[in-house]
């Protein structure tokens, strides 16, 4: 499909008052994404996980993308899958999973974002911006101006990603992002609607 930005993207990972209550926060806040991101859990924690997500997502405006595995993405009827460099191709994605109507994938250097013009996914990640733990191997920091040269280097969307919170996000925006994704600022808050109607706020007086 053809994508438009979307501003705040969030990428749940443990978040403290549960998957669902989180995905809930999103929808509740009229976010547009949300992915399940859970890194070595069992594929049928992850199954189960999803499937709740799903039914918080399901009839909303709020898309939901599931991490690095198509066929759980298509599994639970996900809208769509982010894939890593070393996932599968985003070609043999759309193949296999024809279901799956949003392929997005992840972009840590120039030459990648580059790269990802010929495979064609519906948006780009492009991280970390700056260092997080949220990876056991992190991928090396690319700052704010490598970030938006690899924004600005493709036509589809582009969403920063890499720790990225409050007082950090006036300064992408200003750089001239739109997009940008969230993990611990939300995931790490007991209240995750409030977390988010924080960003969206700095995201309104910031953005361009």
């Known amino acids: 499909m053809r994508m438009d930005d979307f501003g705040l993207y969030l990428v749940m990972t443990n978040p403290v008052v549960g998957y669902a209550a989180c995905a809930a926060a999103a929808v509740e806040r009229g976010v547009r994404i949300v992915q399940l991101r859970m890194k070595d859990a069992p594929r049928d924690e992850i199954v189960r996980t999803a499937r709740a997500v799903r039914e918080v997502t399901r009839g909303t ?24 460099q070393g996932d599968m191709p985003v070609a ?18 120039p030459e990648q974002a580059r790269a990802a013009l010929a495979a064609g996914p519906d948006y780009i990640g492009v991280g970390p911006v700056w260092a997080t733990p949220t990876k056991k191997i992190p991928d090396p920091v690319l700052g704010v101006p490598t970030a938006m040269e690899m924004v600005r280097s493709v036509p589809f969307p582009a969403v920063a990603i890499g720790g990225i919170d409050e007082g950090r996000l006036p300064e992408l925006l200003k750089a001239g992002a739109v997009n940008f994704a969230i993990v611990r600022a939300v995931c790490g808050s007991p209240d995750p609607a409030a977390a988010i109607a924080r960003l969206q706020e700095t995201a309104a007086r910031f953005g361009g």
Do not use: K, M, W
Not at 72 to 84: N, Q, R, S, T
Not at 97 to 104: A, H, K, M, R
């Open 92 to 109: 043999e994605v759309r193949r296999r999973y024809p279901s799956l109507g949003i392929v997005g994938l992840s972009t840590h250097s």
């Open 61 to 84: 405006r709020t898309l939901f993308i599931v991490n690095d595995d198509p066929s759980i993405a298509a599994e639970v009827e996900a809208d769509g899958v982010h894939v890593g």
